[in-house]
């Protein structure tokens, strides 16, 4: 498939293939002039040339080659010659591809003194980039001037200067390289300086390089601005200085549309999120600043309609991603009821599941997601790091569907600070509620896939001439003319399928999950709960939860995401009932934190008690040492009985003792409440109940 010299087009650059390998593909970019071998790999040249990214063409330099061999001049053949035994010895090893052993076959030939290391780069670049053949080294004596190249003159072009003296000069050679200099160190770089600034920095090498030359013989900032710009064209500016990421998002040439690679209604859906520049206040307390919302929308490519939505204070994440792709599958009567808005099905007609979700990489990635890909049979795209533009459509929304609201509400975010001197500070003027921003929205979302005109929407060549360019009508025409790829789905399955995933533990305290323990019906009657030792139960059980309810889990007992017991929380972790998972985390991480803590003074006691044991011990085997036994093991354990019943009659004698009366303080003045007092003396049956039994 690939072949060596074969050229092709990327993103309007041309590049030819010098070497290839098993994996990878060594290229160089023609018409650059500091162009070298770079790596790519088969991999991407065939992803490339599937989505037409890349695209073969013809070798521009194949008829030169082929037509010189008549029409060169006895000059040219020898400068061919000479150029070719300067890099003959390097370009027949492959080690010449690898910049350090390049490197070192060029210093070797410096080394000859057969030519300078830049000539010998410069001679491989053109072998390289016009085909790799002998006859790639003649030289262009011809060609002279063109269009769009700098001439070669004996006189300054243009008018005399007629608001200054200055008389400027011609631009030759030498003062091209120092042109060259200034713009390639402060222009085309990540962070170019003004061409102001550049221009007084090229007048600075000047006056260094022509001593001699008075100022208003300097080349004027006029010439140095067009060599800039005849040399340097804007695509090539812009891809210096800025990074291929930011090129790719927002200066490439577009090629085709969003709307051309979908087949019809449900075909792909985009989802993004944004943070609303607006601040909202509480609805209980309105003096109270909450922050600013999180939006996600959901947005169906083909028809450009606003299917599903979230609005709220959590941060942007799978879980919050999760909710606004239910409500995008599902009816939208009573996301609008919840905030107080009533609909007509036909205001919103959208419900199911797409054929394809184009996300961010962080959002839908990982094994979570797997759920909505493999049960519910819905692929997930997602779209490169730090590139928007792949989601073209939902990004542009949130910009047409914030400056709708913004001239009318208070809290707006104004600019990039906070405040100015001198200004008020927009986040004390929130007074809006959450639900009242929720409703404002969902009226914008309504009014744009119900009314809003799009006068730049490029059609299906199928879509008939009446059918007005707004979302719900190009959703009902495809709905009804195109593929339709909805497909139906059980809200409440749908949710739990999506939620977040966990392996739980089982033992026969419950469903242990994130160290709470959850109980229900099937998991009593299956057993698994039996309190015995030789009992096997399951292991590795998947469970969803939803992280903001922690009362409930979804026990999955097989792989279909459609099957699940729903279990409660138990009674040994009733602390946790009525918390989200968030809380429950954070209240887990504090009492880990006060166990860690207390960790140091429990060993510390510990070790005390136990040298207060060891010290007992000690004592008590010192004092049995010292007494003389004089009985047999026989008599000491038969005496067992009538030692401890003295024993308890010892202990009886002392808690009965009562401390003598003269020895207590002044005695305290006793009023009776009660008439007379009771008899609280021991009952007569009471010495029979604290008869010992005999000691075995």
Not at 56 to 77: C, E, F, K, Q
Not at 84 to 97: H, P, Q, T, Y
Not at 235 to 261: C, E, I, M, V
Not at 606 to 628: M, P, Q, W
């Amino acid at each position: 498939m690939w072949q060596i010299n074969q050229t092709f087009e990327l993103e309007g650059v041309l590049y030819r293939i010098l070497s290839i390998t098993e994996f990878n593909v060594k290229w160089i970019e023609l018409y650059n002039d500091k162009a070298l071998p770079v790596d790519i790999s088969v991999l991407e040249l065939e992803e490339l040339l599937s989505n037409q990214t890349l695209r073969p063409v013809n070798d521009p330099y194949l008829s030169s080659l082929l037509n010189s061999g008549t029409s060169i001049s006895p000059a040219a053949l020898k400068r061919r010659d000479e150029s070719f035994i300067i890099i003959e010895s390097m370009i027949s090893s492959d080690e010449v591809f690898y910049p350090s052993s390049r490197s070192k076959l060029a210093d070797k030939i410096v080394q000859k003194k057969l030519a300078t290391k830049k000539t010998i780069y410069r001679l491989l670049r053109v072998y390289w980039q016009k085909g790799q053949s002998k006859n790639a080294l003649i030289p262009s004596f011809g060609e002279r001037g063109g269009y769009g190249s700098i001439r070669s003159n004996v006189k300054k072009p243009g008018r005399p200067s007629v608001y200054s003296d200055s008389r400027g000069t011609v631009v030759d050679e030498d003062i091209k390289k120092i042109f060259e200099r200034v713009i390639n160190k402060s222009l085309l770089i990540k962070t170019p300086k003004s061409q102001s600034d550049a221009y007084v920095e090229f007048r600075e090498h000047f006056a260094n390089s022509y001593p001699d030359i008075g100022v208003k013989d300097y080349p004027t900032k006029r010439q140095f601005t067009y060599y800039y710009r005849q040399n340097y064209k804007i695509d090539k500016r812009l891809k210096l200085q800025t990074s291929l990421t930011n090129y790719l998002k927002d200066h490439r040439p577009l090629q085709s549309t969003s709307t051309a690679h979908v087949l019809g209604p449900g075909s792909r859906y985009e989802i993004d999120a944004t943070i609303a520049d607006i601040y909202l206040a509480s609805e209980i307390d309105r003096n109270e600043i909450i922050g600013r919302p999180t939006i996600y929308f959901v947005i169906d490519v083909f028809s450009r309609m606003i299917v599903g939505l979230y609005i709220g204070y959590d941060s942007p994440s799978y879980v919050v991603a999760m909710q606004a792709i239910v409500t995008a599958c599902t009816n939208k009567y009573e996301l609008c009821k919840k905030v107080g808005l009533d609909i007509d099905e036909s205001d919103w007609p959208v419900s199911g599941l797409p054929d394809a979700i184009l996300a961010d990489r962080g959002e839908l990635i990982g094994h979570q997601i797997e759920a909505l890909a493999s049960g519910f049979g819905v692929r997930i795209e997602n779209a490169p790091p730090r590139r928007g533009d792949a989601k073209g459509i939902v990004e542009r929304a949130f910009g047409t569907i914030q400056e709708k609201f913004k001239p009318y509400v208070a809290g707006v975010v104004q600019g990039a600070r906070i405040k100015k001197h001198g200004e008020s500070d927009y986040r004390l003027q929130a007074e809006m509620s959450v639900k009242e921003f929720t409703q404002i929205i969902l009226k914008i979302v309504l009014h744009h896939n119900n009314y809003k005109q799009m006068l730049t929407y490029d059609p299906d060549d199928a879509m008939p001439a009446d059918i007005r360019w707004i979302p719900r009508d190009i959703w009902n025409w495809g709905i009804k003319s195109k593929t339709g790829m909805l497909r139906a789905a059980d809200p409440e399955v749908l949710r739990v399928g999506i939620l977040p995933r966990k392996t739980a533990t089982l033992s026969e305290r419950g469903l242990k999950v994130w160290g709470v323990y959850y109980i229900s019906s099937e998991i009593l009657k299956s057993g698994w709960l039996v309190r015995y030792s030789g009992h096997t139960r399951s292991k590795n059980l998947e469970v969803a939860y939803d992280p903001d309810n922690a009362d409930i889990v979804y026990l999955f007992t097989d792989n279909s995401y459609k099957n699940y017991w729903r279990c409660n929380i138990a009674d040994r972790s009733r602390r946790f009932r009525s918390m989200t998972f968030w809380k429950v985390w954070e209240l887990q991480r504090v009492e880990k934190t006060v166990k860690k803590d207390h960790e140091s003074v429990e060993y510390e006691k510990l070790r005390e008690l136990n040298k207060f044991i060891e010290d007992t011990k000690k004592g008590a085997s010192k004092e049995r040492s010292s007494v003389d036994i004089g009985q047999s093991d026989r008599q000491r354990i038969k005496g067992i009985k009538s030692n401890k019943s003295d024993a308890i009659h010892q202990e009886r004698s002392l808690r009965g003792k009562v401390v003598n009366a003269s020895q207590s303080k002044e005695k305290a003045t006793i009023t009776t409440l009660y008439g007379d007092e009771e008899d609280y003396d021991y009952p007569s049956f009471v010495p029979g109940l604290f008869d010992d039994e005999s000691d075995q």
